[in-house]
């Protein structure tokens, strides 16, 4: 029973976790774009993004079931695997984008960024968007404001409004970098989550980003494009989102969707940013770049691209924005789109009624008002079709 699960996660779990809708969710398989639940029913899944190639593709799950029965060990030895998928995937960034260090979340390769920056600016100075999301470790949870009133942010961290309509973003950015040097505060680093998924997503106009990050680089601090959302392809125009806008960051932050749902993550930086900061200091993560995270995260990257899986979040995308458009303003791009919805309780009702007619999705944004719809990368026309129409009938609800 359902409500013996819950009972029992009240009493086992820590008090910090939630559960998605009013009715939660008990899916015991998955395939595709689909989940099965423990009740008998198929769950149309528009909300997972940490499986780009579908749940449980063969060609990943064998992978790793063959690297798991061969060997698991670490960075300390040497292994074809960790190379071949560092070949792999430094050949889809531009080139200054040279060299990676392997993590187990995009929390950690966030935390290492700040490291970094902090080395090499020695400032500490740090800015965000207002309802950014970074991560868990104590030092991105400090520059995560969507964690709400209660997680202090660092007096070293300044917020600014997420781009919107009348937003100039990079003024914003500006004037958080006077405040920084006002307070005798050296400017580090400015992470950009490149799709803005926690801020209710925001994508255009594409460049939007570039003189903001000029100024930060004028200021003496560092870019740090995280990538932990649209990345691998996502946005569909481009491998990663900061390429929409033709800015060159210093670091770049990967993550969920890089292992199909293996915990693999990782920060790509531009080598001469870390040549001094890696000489000095030793970097080892015990799980991080082992054997069989290589192996799920080679065989993800080879499905994304041998079934064209961004042309695929282009095209599905596309189709589904025109879609959704009859319903409220659309923002985002490829497979990563946002409704905007004129309030949060409608949004959460129109949540909440597509999950009862097994569609999930979510809502975001600081109003929590906007449709958060960022499916498996295989998600197809028929999948859009079946979003679009549980959208209709729970709008409908009223
Ligand atoms: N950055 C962004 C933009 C994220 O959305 C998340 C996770 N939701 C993270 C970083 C942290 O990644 P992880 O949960 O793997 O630590």
Redo the contacts with the bound molecule.
Sequence with gaps: MDSDLIAKRKALLAPSYRLFYDDPVHPVRGEGAYLFGADGKRYLDAYNNVVPAGHCHPRIVEAVARQTATLNTHTRYLHEGILDYAEALLATFPKPLGQVTFTC????A?DLAIRIARYVTGGTGIIVTENA????TAT?AEISPSLGPSMPLGPHVRTVPAPGVGVDFAAGVRAAIADLLRHGIKPALLVV?TIF??DGVAADPPGFLAPAVAAMHEAGGLFLA?E??PGFGRTGAAMWGFMRHGVAPDLV?L??PMGNGYPV?GLVARPEVIAEFGAKIRYFNTFGGNPVAMAAARATLAVIQDERLMENAAATGAYLAAGLAAHGRVRGAGLFIGLELPGAALAARVVNGMRRRCVLISASGPGNNVLKIRPPLVFGRTEADLLLAALQESLADG
């Design positions: 979340t995009g929390s950690e966030n999301y970074h991560g868990v991105v989550d998924s926690s995280d932990v959302q932050s993550g969920k993550a």
